[in-house]
C-alpha cells in the first residue's frame, strides 16, 4: 500500500506531529510506503513528491510549520485539476491519500472523494473553526502565544495610562480571541460574530480607567462595528476566495482616542500565532490524529475526517465536516462579557 501525505492551507504548529505519527504508524504496523506532496494541492497537481520515511520524521515533533510545504493552491480552480490529480497519483502508484488541512483543503479533500479518490482528512486549523471535532490542533498553541503577548500588554499599559488592543487571527470565527482574551483578563473582547456597539467599547475603556487601571482589549481581525463594513488590508482574495483581513486594532485605537480622549494602541500578532513548536496538548492531539487516519486508510473507511469528541477520537463524513463553519456560539461569548468594563 502506497499513502500520499500532504498539508495545505495556513500552516499551524502540530502539522509535523501528524506526519510523524501518520508515517511511524503506516510503516511500522501496518508496512506501508509513503509519498510527501510537497506545498499542499500543488503537490498532487503538479507530481511534485517528497520521499517520505521514518528517517525523514524523526526529530520533527516539537518543530513548528510543515516538512512538506503547503499552499493555498485550489486545483478546484484549476482547468481538469481532478483529473490531473488523479493521472498523477494512479503515475505514482499511491492507493491512498491523507490531506490534513482547514476547511478548504478538506473541502478539495471531498470532492476529489466524491471523484473516486481515497481520502481521509486530517483537520487543522489555529482558528478551531471546522465541524466535527471539538478542537483542532494549533489553535491551543495559537491561544498560549497570544495569552503571553496580553499578559505582557498589561504591565505596560497600566504604567503609561493607555488602552492596549492586541489584535489576533480569526477571519469569520472568534475562538482566538475569545480564548486567549479569556485566559489573559481583557476587559473588551470583539469577535466576527458579534458586531459591536463603538459606544457601548469606549464605555468600558472609560470606566476601567476610572478603576485605575488600563483597558486591554482583544479583537479578532475579521470583528467589525454594528454600522461600518468589515476592514480589509486589501481587497486580494485568495485562491479560495478569502479576503486578506488586518486593520480593525489600529482603526479601533483611533476611534477609541477620537472618542474618549485616552492614549490607545494596537499590536497586531499576525503570523507569530502560527509560528514555533507547538504545546503539549496540540502534540498529542496532532498525534492522535496521525494515528487514527492511517487507521482509517488500513480499515478502508475514505471519506472521512477523524476529530476530537470529549476525549475520543471519532471519524465524521467529510461533508460534514466542511459544510459549515464552526463559530463562537452567543452564549459562549455572553460568559466572557460579564468582565467587560
Ligand atoms: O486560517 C488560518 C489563518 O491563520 C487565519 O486565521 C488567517 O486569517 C489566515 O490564515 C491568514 O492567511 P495567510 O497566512 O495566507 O495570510
Given amino acids: 500500500m502506497r499513502v500520499g501525505v500532504l ?8 502539522l509535523n506531529a501528524v506526519i510523524r505519527a501518520v508515517v511511524r504508524k503506516g510503516v511500522q504496523v501496518y508496512g506501508y510506503e509513503f509519498v510527501g ?5 500543488r503537490g498532487p497537481l503538479e507530481g511534485d513528491t517528497i520521499a517520505l520515511d521514518v528517517q525523514a520524521v524523526r526529530g520533527i515533533l516539537p518543530r513548528g510549520g510543515t516538512i512538506l510545504g503547503s499552499s493555498r493552491t485550489n486545483p478546484l480552480r484549476v482547468e481538469g485539476g481532478i483529473d490531473r490529480i488523479k493521472d498523477n497519483l494512479a503515475g505514482l502508484g499511491v492507493d ?9 483543503t478538506l473541502g478539495v479533500a471531498r470532492q476529489l472523494y466524491d471523484h473516486g479518490v481515497n481520502v481521509v482528512g ?3 486549523t489555529i482558528d478551531n473553526d471546522l465541524s ?5 490542533f494549533g489553535f491551543d498553541t495559537a491561544v498560549n502565544i497570544a495569552m503571553e503577548a496580553i499578559d505582557r500588554l498589561h504591565t505596560t499599559a497600566e504604567s503609561h495610562h493607555r488602552a492596549l488592543i492586541c489584535e489576533v487571527m480569526g477571519r469569520h470565527a472568534g475562538w482566538i480571541a475569545l480564548h486567549a482574551g479569556m485566559a489573559a483578563g481583557a476587559n473588551v473582547i470583539l469577535i466576527p460574530e458579534q458586531p459591536f456597539d463603538i459606544e457601548k467599547v469606549c464605555a468600558y475603556v472609560e ?14 481581525e475579521g470583528a467589525h462595528p454594528l454600522d461600518g463594513q468589515m476592514e480589509v488590508q486589501d481587497a486580494e482574495l485568495d485562491s479560495f476566495g478569502h479576503i486578506k483581513l488586518g486593520g480593525i486594532g489600529e482603526r479601533l485605537a483611533a476611534e477609541i482616542e477620537k472618542r474618549t480622549g485616552k492614549e490607545a494602541r494596537t499590536t497586531v500578532l499576525g503570523h507569530i500565532q502560527r509560528g514555533g513548536t507547538p504545546t503539549a496538548f496540540d502534540r498529542v492531539l496532532a498525534t492522535r490524529f496521525g494515528l487514527q487516519a492511517v487507521d482509517a486508510v488500513h480499515d478502508g473507511d475514505y471519506g472521512k475526517m477523524v476529530g476530537l469528541q470529549g476525549t475520543d477520537i471519532v471519524r465524521a463524513d467529510l461533508s460534514a465536516a466542511t459544510d459549515r463553519l464552526k463559530t463562537v456560539p452567543v452564549e459562549r461569548y455572553a460568559e466572557s462579557e460579564v468582565f467587560f468594563g
Avoid: N
Fill in 132 to 136: 466535527a471535532t471539538d478542537y483542532t
Fill in 207 to 220: 470606566s476601567r480607567f476610572k478603576t485605575r487601571y488600563s483597558p486591554i482589549l482583544v479583537v479578532a
Fill in 122 to 124: 486530517v483537520p487543522k
Fill in 96 to 104: 491512498a491519500l491523507i490531506a490534513i488541512g482547514g476547511e478548504d
Fill in 37 to 41: 506532496f510537497r506545498d499542499g494541492w
Fill in 7 to 14: 498539508t495545505g492551507g495556513g500552516d499551524c504548529p502540530g
